[in-house]
Nanobody
Framework: QVQLVESGGGLVQTGGSLRLSCTAS????????MGWFRQAPGKEREFVAA????????YYADSLKGRFSISRDNAKNTMYLQMNSLKPEDTAIYYC??????????????????WGQGTQVTVSS
């Protein structure tokens, strides 16, 4: 059983930056592709970004390309999401996911093996 714990959320002004972390325990981190989702109040959960188990390939939601960057450090069992030029519409709970799937499509579809509890990101205008 893999446990995922997100951190790094908080309150930031428009145009600011945050770096989210997701630390995994209870499994072999390097076996899993990882990703981020978010859910804003009153909206459906949406895919943000994903990264392959080796970190060699990444995938982003089209609307977030250029502002968000996903990375991982397998030696630290940790994945990151660097968020720049934040906007009020980025306000959401951000969730970390882990998947044994070999394709990004499975992650994007939300069919992930493990989910974290989420961390709140609030962007003030």
């Amino acid at each position: 059983q893999v446990q995922l714990v997100e951190s790094g959320g908080g309150l930031v002004q428009t145009g600011g930056s945050l770096r989210l972390s997701c630390t995994a325990s209870g499994g072999t981190f390097s076996y899993y592709a990882m990703g981020w989702f978010r859910q804003a109040p009153g909206k459906e959960r949406e895919f943000v970004a994903a990264i392959q188990s080796s970190g060699g390939s990444t995938y982003y939601a089209d609307s977030l390309k250029g502002r968000f960057s996903i990375s991982r450090d397998n030696a630290k069992n940790t994945m990151y999401l660097q968020m720049n030029s934040l906007k009020p519409e980025d306000t959401a709970i951000y969730y970390c996911v882990a998947s044994r799937a070999s394709t990004f499509g499975t992650i994007i579809a939300g069919k992930n093996d493990y989910w974290g509890q989420g961390t709140q990101v609030t962007v003030s205008s």
